[in-house]
């Protein structure tokens, strides 16, 4: 079951191109403001970032996030540089004002491939107060209409918490609707302002995992989930259970890849916080996560694949065999690993086992068993 090595290069590079933003999300990891931090990377240096990363083999996807990447004033230049370099780029604005119909047709013209935009409830009276904005949600709804109209795809990214789960589940055919291609589900880590709100229980992630798995059988677009790694664990386990031949078990990852219409792979196996992920912060901290604020140098100092492939921290990440407790013996550990991101934020060892997951694998009882015999 190992799987590709990402030791070599990251499949995905996420840039937080700007702090600033309009919304003041609940579960914001950044806690970003209407203003951009001091010292963010000017346009030259973001150019060269760009120019960096469309020389690695294969040429990673390129996220570009924020904060509110629509409140970078040079932002189409770092577009215009990305494609031509035959660069395949994200783009996750806010909805606020600034993302208007001619907005979304620029994007499509400068070359964003897809473009993700956040759903946290059902209605615009949720939605809305997670957001912290009224019109959010009405102005979410536009915007992947307008996207559509314009021929750009789209993805909907959905914090999930133990208070907004529940409405969540009406999601499902209003994304539909919308032609969505992915439905990404982040499942919060109390980092940012999400420290102050309510994970899902272990036993309720499990619960929402299985269900995600059948939202994937049964609608037109894919699903993913972010620092809920286990969820290719629940895959797995439910096409073994149903008889499906699964290539991912037969044959490792490198023939696991699917493509969307858009070009864009579909989401790896093994892919996790420092092990083919980077995030790059807006002043050019690198870290294996913008979820694991943990920084292991500075693109002004050094380049990014040099800390990247050499930094001690990334090494440790990309070696699943030092995961401690029952994943450490996980025989799932190569395409799942767990939220190291959680595993810091819940113990403070981002080596620590994924404090959400239910599985207990049959490595760990036995060596739980033999450890209780020897006593």
Excluded at 198 to 213: D, I, P
Excluded at 275 to 303: C, H, K
Aim: charged content about 25%.
């Amino acid at each position: 079951m190992e799987t590709t090595d990402f030791a070599r290069y990251p499949y995905l590079v996420a840039w937080e191109v700007t702090h600033a933003c309009l919304l003041a999300c609940r579960h914001c990891r950044a806690s970003a403001e209407p203003h951009p931090l001091p010292g963010e990377l000017t346009t030259e240096e973001g150019l060269r970032l760009v120019e960096e990363v469309a020389t690695y083999h294969p040429k990673p996807l390129l996220l570009l996030t924020g904060g509110d990447p629509l409140a970078r004033k040079d932002l189409f230049q770092i577009l215009e540089k990305a494609k031509a370099l035959g660069l395949k780029v994200g783009l996750t604005p806010a909805s606020t004002p600034l993302l208007t119909r001619e907005m979304v047709f620029r994007l499509k013209a400068a070359g964003v491939t897809r473009l993700a935009l956040s759903l946290d409830g059902a209605t615009s009276e949720s939605h809305d107060a997670f957001r912290g904005a009224e019109g959010t949600f009405q102005r979410t709804l536009e915007a992947l209409s307008w996207a559509r109209e314009a021929g750009l795809p789209t993805q909907v990214n959905t914090t999930v918490t133990r208070d907004n789960w529940p409405e969540i589940q009406a999601l499902p055919d209003l994304l539909a609707e919308k032609g969505v291609v992915l439905w990404s589900l982040f499942f919060l880590v109390p980092v940012g302002r999400g420290g102050l709100l309510r994970q899902l229980s272990t036993k309720q992630f499990e619960e929402v995992l299985h269900w995600l798995y059948q939202i994937s059988k049964t609608y037109p677009f894919h699903v993913k989930t972010t620092e809920a790694h286990h969820f290719r664990r629940v895959v797995l386990q439910r096409r073994q259970e149903e008889g499906v031949e699964d290539r991912a078990l037969a044959a490792g990852e490198s023939l696991y890849r699917e493509y969307f219409q858009d070009g864009m792979e579909h989401s790896r196996l093994g892919v996790t916080d420092g092990n083919g992920f980077v995030f790059v912060s807006a002043t050019g901290d690198v870290a294996p996560s913008g979820f694991l604020p943990l920084y292991a140098g500075n693109i002004r100092e050094q380049p990014l694949l040099e800390i990247y492939r050499n930094s001690p921290l990334f090494q440790e990440l990309r070696n699943k065999d030092l995961l401690k407790g029952k994943c450490g013996v996980c025989e799932y550990r190569y395409v799942c690993g767990g939220s190291r991101a959680r595993a810091w934020a819940e113990t403070g060892d981002y080596l620590a086992s994924e404090p959400r997951c239910a599985y207990v694998p049959p490595a760990w009882l036995e060596k739980v068993g033999k450890h209780v015999i020897g006593r």
